[in-house]
């Protein structure tokens, strides 16, 4: 790298940006809370995307303090549909951090802000240098590519020591006192210009010293391993319809307080076999019955039985809830870094939960196979209640669920925070059934 081309660089594309920078709700000012809240919501997110999730949520939270004091579940509903919840979980302890330690603001110090809950890297170097425009680098993978391409870097930047020596070279490249504008010139150029698949070579600004370009490599450029592809999951979830005081509502629970999607609610859902491929299922229109863009496989009618059967006995095991499945309604994708949901979704109804303290694998296996049987899971109730082979005491009627499930009709939606998939499929059931 000439220093010439350094140079050229950080002046030509500080330039461009003050010029061409689009009119973002998070450049309003310089408020550090703001900034942190824009950049963890941009984290693998698109600008689009985030703008009225961004305005909401600061028209919600406008500060540290307002965020740190919601409850959990107000926040999470705020952040539906953005997907990467602990971001919204992290993003709300370090504002509780930030109340705690600091008064609620959040501190020009740079080891203050890099110890706060969820700020790695990155985002310390874009609070710090955009609203504080202190010369801290922030790197994440638009300024990985497009300092790649420009110096022509053909080091892997999946690997740790990459991304040290880019930060290195960007600390070196910004100009004195532009701090805050030039590293969101790089986001910007990286975001508007020299994108992933079709660099704009032809109207970059920098395109006379790109070292990238000029070898001819700004198309392969840069150099990344591949990560492993999503594990796929077949999932199998339950559409427990009401009856009784429940007409019209559905069956849903909460995930526990750790791991994936933690807290969030959803339909109750199981680990389920592979699809089979094979004859088609004679659903009246499998087309208009995919929901969510999923690519449809045709799964045979016996694969079909087969999935409601382990569906049905998963819950009875998992959760000492009995339900009937009566019949598929369609199918959704969830796409995580690591994996992938299909998720295939059977209508049910509701038959009853068993006392868990009296309910053995023995009972529950009875109880199973003749709510399997029966047409009504409170038909099947009322006749085990009475039969000798089990004691009243061991069923409990549809009010003894789990405390994690509700019953909830549509207008109960906005109190219930649920990732992506789940949404999308409960939404288009209340379409279905207005
Ligand atoms: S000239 Fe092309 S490859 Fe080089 S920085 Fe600009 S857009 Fe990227």
């Not at 960007?170 to 990286?190: H, K, T, V």
Request: a negative charge.
């Amino acid at each position: 790298m000439t220093t010439e081309a350094a140079e050229y660089f950080s002046r030509e594309l500080l330039g461009w940006y003050r010029e061409n920078k689009r009119i973002l709700p998070w450049r309003m000012n310089r408020d550090p809370y703001r900034i942190w809240v824009s950049e963890v919501m941009l984290q693998q997110t698109r600008v689009d995307t985030v703008i009225p999730y961004y305005e909401r949520f600061m028209d919600k939270f406008p500060t540290a303090a307002a965020l740190a004091e919601a409850p959990e579940e107000e926040v999470l509903k705020c952040w539906e549909g953005l997907g990467y919840y602990s971001r919204a979980r992290n993003l709300q302890a370090g504002a509780q951090e930030v109340v705690g330690r600091h008064d609620g603001v959040v501190p020009d110090d740079k080891e203050a802000v890099s110890a706060l809950r969820g700020v790695g890297p990155y985002t310390t170097g874009a609070i710090m240098s955009i609203a504080f425009n202190r010369p801290e680098p922030a790197v994440d993978g638009n300024v990985m590519r497009v300092l790649s391409r420009y110096f022509c870097l053909e080091d892997d930047i999946a690997k740790p020591s990459t991304r040290v020596s880019i930060e290195k070279l960007a600390a070196s490249l910004i100009p004195e006192g532009a701090a805050g504008d030039f590293n969101q010139a790089l986001m910007e150029l990286g975001a508007l210009v020299c994108t992933p698949k079709s660099p704009g070579c032809l109207t970059c600004p920098v395109m006379a010293h790109c070292e990238g370009r000029m070898a001819g490599k700004e198309h392969i450029l840069p150099i990344k391993t591949k990560a492993k592809p999503p594990r796929p999951e077949v999932r199998l979830a339950a559409l427990v319809v009401g009856t009784g005081e429940h007409a019209g509502q559905i069956l849903i629970r909460q995930r526990p307080d750790s791991g994936l999607l933690a807290r969030m609610w959803e339909l109750p859902h199981v680990t389920g076999p592979a699809a089979e491929a094979g004859e088609s299922t004679g659903d009246a229109n499998p087309k208009k019955r995919r929901r969510s863009g999923v690519k449809s496989v045709p799964v045979s009618q016996l694969a079909r039985e087969g999935q409601m059967d382990v569906l049905c006995r998963a819950l009875a095991k998992e959760e000492k809830m009995l339900i009937r499945p009566t019949g598929w309604w369609g199918e959704a994708e969830h796409v995580f870094s690591h994996l992938i949901w299909d998720v295939q979704v059977y209508t049910a109804e509701f038959g009853f939960v068993l006392d868990e303290a009296a309910a053995t694998e023995e009972t529950a296996a009875v109880a199973l196979d003749r709510a399997a049987e029966a047409q009504a899971g409170y038909a099947v109730l009322h006749d085990i209640q009475n039969e000798s082979t089990m004691a009243s005491s061991q069923v409990k009627p549809g009010e003894g669920l789990p405390p994690h499930y509700r019953w909830i009709g549509p207008e109960h939606m906005m109190n219930y925070a649920f990732p992506n998939v789940f949404l999308r499929l409960l939404r288009e059931y209340w379409e279905t059934v207005d």
